[in-house]
């Protein structure tokens, strides 16, 4: 496993804690996500890298406060997300169709959405989406 991907794990755990507004300040964070999102398939992110950044996208989205708008304006973010959507890895579309779920739901049904990341964590498996 990448330092990446270790990364982009540590901030979806800490998104939840009420200190993750001061990293949906930075957009430096989510444009850095986007970024390793968005360069697969040769462009140099793996698929566990844009798994793990789809999934902390996901995570930051769901932060309280406006975590969903932040990640929504973040340049290219929706567009990225919904590219993933037809990536070959199904944990990269599971945590890709999450996170676009938490945008664009903008906290509906966030319990259950808490639920389907933590099990899309490496462990398990993505729930269906």
């Known amino acids: 496993m990448g330092v990446r991907v270790v990364a982009a794990d540590?901030?979806?755990a800490v998104a939840p804690d009420?200190?993750?507004a001061a990293l949906l300040i930075d957009p430096r964070v989510l444009r850095?996500?986007?970024r390793m999102a968005a360069r697969g398939?040769?462009?140099?992110?793996?698929?566990?890298?844009?798994?793990?950044a789809a999934r902390a996208l996901w995570a930051l989205a769901l932060a309280e406060g406006d975590g969903a708008i932040r990640v929504e304006?973040?340049?290219?973010?929706?567009?990225t997300l919904a590219g993933l959507l037809s990536a070959a890895a199904v944990d990269v579309r599971a945590a890709a169709a999450g996170a676009l779920g938490a945008v664009l739901g903008r906290g509906l049904h966030s319990s259950t959405s808490q639920l389907n990341l933590s099990r899309c964590g490496h462990a398990s498996p993505c729930p269906p989406v």
Do not use: R
Request: aromatic share 0%; proline share 0%.
């Open 10 to 12: 540590v901030l979806a």
């Open 18 to 20: 009420s200190h993750a």
């Open 32 to 34: 850095g996500l986007v």
């Open 41 to 52: 398939a040769g462009g140099g992110s793996t698929a566990a890298e844009q798994a793990a």
């Open 73 to 79: 304006e973040a340049e290219g973010a929706v567009a």
